[in-house]
């Protein structure tokens, strides 16, 4: 059994879970509503103020889909309730970011500023001008969107500038030997 699949998701109060004919689960809460289409190999039981996820058999298909249903139901709960956020930090002699109503500038290094606007469910704030928080409630979007941000300058091992997540851990290298 999958350890992960057979632990109960809390439903903390002021969530609504439903389960139509289709295994689409639709989770509304203070922040917000998510929907996502559950393999038909997995059932899901709402138990007053806990969901379980079951299967039919232990073979490999249902063992697979199991703690990948559990956890993306787990996950739309947490957006809805308490939401998800990344920060990123901004590395770099000139790096430096700012919020223009919905977009977010960014100084790289380039010969031009990089405009990036938020898109919907997911918001941006920068509380200083080296620091990026990217949140919103769905966890899968708030990730594609912080790397989405990186990829315009990731972070280089020999001087560790670019864009960086808070506690990403960059493995440096040494430069030329006769180079001071």
Known sequence: MSRIGRLPVALPAGVE?????????????????????????????ING????VTRDSDDKTHRSQHGLARTLINNMVVGVTTGFE???QLVGVGYRC???GKNL???????????????????TECPSANDIVVKGIDKAYVGNYA???????EPEPYKGKGIRYENEVIRRKEGKAGAK
């Open 86 to 88: 990344k920060k990123l």
């Open 49 to 52: 103020d806990t969901l379980t």
């Open 105 to 123: 500038v960014m100084n790289l290094g380039y010969s031009h500023q990089v405009i990036m606007e938020d898109p919907e469910g997911i918001t």
């Open 17 to 45: 879970v439903k389960v139509d004919g289709n295994n689409v689960v639709t989770v509304k809460g203070p922040k917000g509503e998510l929907q996502e289409q559950i393999s038909k190999l997995i059932k899901v039981e």
């Open 147 to 153: 790397a989405n941000i990186r990829k315009w300058r």
């Open 98 to 100: 700012e919020k223009q």
